[in-house]
C-alpha cells in the first residue's frame, strides 16, 4: 500500500467517524480531537494491510492457479495483454 492509498483510507476512516458521531462539517475539529471523542486509534490502514499479509499467506500455502501466478510459474506463451491489477486504483 502506497502513501497516496494509505491518505485515502486515513481520510474515509475520519469521516466515517465523524458520520458516526455526527460531526457537521462546519465545525472546524481536529482529526485529533474527533479520535479522542470516539476513543479510537487511525486503525483502517493496518487492519487493510493485515488482511492483505493473509491473504498472500493463504495463497502461498496453497496449491493451484493463485500460487503458479504469484510465483510467475506458468509456462507457455503470453497471450493478450498483460493485466495488472493495482490494490488503489487512481
Given at each position: 500500500m502506497n502513501a497516496s492509498c494509505r491518505k485515502k483510507f486515513d481520510r474515509?476512516?475520519?469521516?466515517?467517524?465523524?458520520?458516526?458521531?455526527?460531526?457537521?462539517?462546519?465545525?472546524?475539529?481536529?482529526?485529533?480531537?474527533v479520535l479522542q471523542m470516539v476513543k479510537m486509534e487511525?486503525?483502517?490502514?493496518?487492519?487493510?494491510?493485515?488482511?492483505?499479509?493473509?491473504?498472500?499467506?493463504?495463497?502461498?500455502?496453497?496449491?493451484g492457479l493463485e500460487k503458479l501466478v504469484q510465483e510467475g510459474k506458468i509456462k507457455g506463451r503470453q497471450r493478450g495483454r498483460s493485466i495488472w491489477i493495482a490494490w488503489c486504483p487512481q
Open positions: 474515509v476512516e475520519m469521516r466515517f467517524y465523524r458520520r458516526i458521531m455526527r460531526i457537521s462539517w462546519v465545525k472546524k475539529l481536529s482529526n485529533e480531537k487511525v486503525s483502517l490502514p493496518i487492519t487493510i494491510r493485515k488482511r492483505q499479509l493473509n491473504f498472500v499467506g493463504h495463497v502461498v500455502r496453497k496449491e
